[in-house]
């Protein structure tokens, strides 16, 4: 008996031993509990068998900065400000000024304050910057060499305390994958060229996505890998010598994800319509969420959008990545028709600060009291102190909006039968207050976003 418990002894420690040792290699620690999720037929399940809907918001803004609504001055994209940075300061403080401002930008609170909201989901934007010095693909590294993936897994553990999904959006590839500043310079899009360099930056792309879902494979809070943020804009339905290059990549990337990772949902951006991505058979993917980009200006042309939805008949879910209604739509249709069709949605975006931003229905939590850097001609010192505490939303110059108890009440599922029936006409759910609240601050937002495009027709970013 006691040679029996020495063997079985034994053999658990070899046990832990192998599992340490993974850890070890791999860089993972986690269970599963029936939370990875996968797709069957048009529904998102868990391990349990049970419908999973996604609904949520972006954490915009902390990979990849936009003027409009952080605190930094460039119409071109957060590009300019780093490599001048890189030229003043060196790489090694630059990344270290970058790493002072996303961890201030978004803290443990407002992983609590997305949950508070009843939100499972977070999507976040990141910049390949983020996790490596140059667009060869060199990687920032911990002291022992391996690559330092310390920031995300940081999202990670929070994401996983308040029972919050991840989606992982590569906002910004190497080489720019549209012509807008949100991927990090306006008008420089290369990634899908057919030229030496087109070919060097999708070498690279590929090299990162394999590494990051190397990374995170088995690891059930991350909900699904966003392979590019609308990729060629809006080129992707009317510039086929693109288009195709587009198809073929994506179909690279999903393969080399595939062979690290063959459990995790890819979402696929198709932005604007189904038809500007293949379906499913072409290339035969599977587990796989198209995902759209919604901001049209009547509610009917976003009842049309989502009847293209079902016309495409994918057999696949689909997940609306980004929305915002501009003109006359309203949000309670937009809400509605979402919830009724069963799409997953993340708002866009959780955070921002600018004029108005502390009202503004672009955001859940916004401050207009931040001071923008001044990137060219601030010191060290001084950067680091307005990327530093006054951007915690806990620091007191943020505030909540109309727009986050307005959305808090659709996360449930919700659906308003009066705004539905009536493309928005009529809205019942939510009190009076909120609602007037919401359309005032609508409107206020309207002339903000009218004088940044202007901002951008005159230094020539605006497309």
């Not at 900065?65 to 790489?91: C, H, I, K, Q």
């Not at 609590?112 to 939100?119: F, H, P, R, S, T």
């Not at 720019?176 to 060229?193: P, V």
Request: proline share 3%; hydrophobic share 40%; glycine share 8%.
């Amino acid at each position: 008996m006691r040679r029996m418990m020495k063997k079985t002894l034994s053999l658990l420690l070899s046990a832990v031993f192998v599992l340490s040792a993974f850890t070890v290699l791999f860089g993972v620690s986690f269970a599963d509990d029936g939370r990875l999720l996968h797709t069957e037929g048009e529904n998102i399940v868990n391990g349990k068998g049970e419908t999973v809907v996604l609904r949520g918001t972006n954490f915009g803004g902390w990979g990849i900065m936009e003027d409009w609504f952080t605190p930094f001055t460039d119409a071109a994209g957060e590009d300019n400000m780093y490599e001048a940075l890189v030229s003043r300061f060196g790489v090694e403080k630059t990344h270290a000024l970058f790493q002072t401002y996303r961890e201030n930008w978004i803290t443990e609170l407002d992983y609590q304050n997305v949950a508070a909201l009843g939100m499972n989901v977070i999507r976040l934007p990141i910049w390949y910057r983020n996790f490596q010095s140059d667009d060869n693909g060199t990687w920032y590294r911990t002291p022992d060499g391996e690559i330092d993936w310390s920031e995300l897994d940081e999202v990670l553990r929070l994401c996983e305390k308040y029972g919050l999904y991840l989606i992982l959006d590569l906002h910004g590839a190497p080489g720019y994958q549209n012509d807008y500043d949100h991927c990090g310079r306006s008008k420089s899009m290369s990634l899908f060229d057919d030229t030496e360099a087109g070919r060097r930056y999708r070498a690279v792309t590929l090299d990162f996505w394999t590494e990051l879902a190397k990374h995170c494979a088995g690891n059930p809070t991350v909900a699904m890998y966003d392979l590019l943020n609308e990729p060629l804009g809006t080129n992707i339905t009317r510039d086929k010598s693109l288009k195709q290059n587009f198809w073929d990549f994506s179909d690279e990337l999903y393969r080399a994800i595939r062979a690290v990772d063959p459990d995790h949902i890819i979402t696929m951006e198709a932005i604007w319509d189904p038809s500007a991505i293949a379906s499913p058979d072409v290339y035969g993917w599977t587990n796989i969420v198209y995902q759209e980009h919604l901001y049209d200006v009547t509610n009917i042309s976003y009842l049309h959008k989502v009847n293209e939805i079902r016309r495409a008949n994918y057999h696949a879910p689909f997940y609306i990545g980004e929305f915002y209604p501009r003109g006359v739509s309203s949000f309670d249709y937009l809400f509605s028709v979402f919830n009724q069709r069963g799409f997953s949605w993340t708002t866009w975006t959780y955070k921002g600060a600018g004029p108005s931003a502390d009202n503004s229905p672009w955001f859940l939590y916004g401050s207009s009291s931040i001071e923008k850097v001044d990137y060219k001609n601030d010191s060290y010192e001084t950067l680091m102190t307005k990327w530093g505490g006054v951007l915690r939303t806990a620091s007191g110059a943020f505030s909540k909006t109309a727009f986050a108890d307005y959305c808090a009440e659709y996360v449930d599922g919700s659906i308003d039968y009066a705004a539905l029936y009536t493309f928005g006409g009529v809205d019942s759910i939510g009190d009076f207050p909120t609602r007037w609240n919401l359309f005032v601050d609508k409107l206020k937002a309207v002339w903000t976003t009218i004088l940044d495009w202007l901002r951008k027709l005159k230094t020539g970013d605006l497309l």
